[in-house]
């Protein structure tokens, strides 16, 4: 993949934060260490410490409209399992898909 196409998909993102709001189990927490989980601000993790805290679906941390504009409000510090969701890959679909969303065509 080249550089451009990185840039085109990050922005693609930004229009959509359905993986963001597709389960409350979807944000949990897996390879951080105790230093980065710390990093997170207390108020947007859940009462059990294992990932973010959603309401109902949708991560705390996620502002503004699914489908429309979007950004994470921890995206420095953000999970590792936000980092690895990439647009086009099949959770990806998945979640676009809980929204109504066309999937996104990579290759
Ligand atoms: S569902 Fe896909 S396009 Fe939407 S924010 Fe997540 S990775 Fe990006
Ligand atoms: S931490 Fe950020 S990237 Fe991860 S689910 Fe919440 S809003 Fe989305």
Do not use: H
């Not at 993102?13 to 597709?22: L, N």
């Not at 927490?29 to 973010?52: H, T, Y």
């Not at 996620?62 to 999970?79: H, M």
Request: net charge negative.
């Amino acid at each position: 993949m080249t550089a451009m196409q990185e840039i085109d998909l990050s922005s693609l993102c930004q229009s959509c934060g359905a993986c963001c709001g597709y389960s409350q189990n979807w944000p949990r927490f897996s390879v951080e260490s105790d230093e980065e989980l710390a990093l997170i601000p207390s108020g947007l993790v859940n009462a059990r410490q294992s990932g973010m805290r959603c309401e109902g679906d949708r991560c705390s941390a996620l502002q503004g409209e699914i489908g429309k504009a979007t950004a994470c409000g921890v995206y420095a510090v953000r999970p590792e399992v936000c980092r690895t969701c990439m647009p086009g890959d099949a959770e990806c679909a998945m979640a676009r898909r809980k929204f109504g969303l066309p999937m996104i065509e990579t290759a």
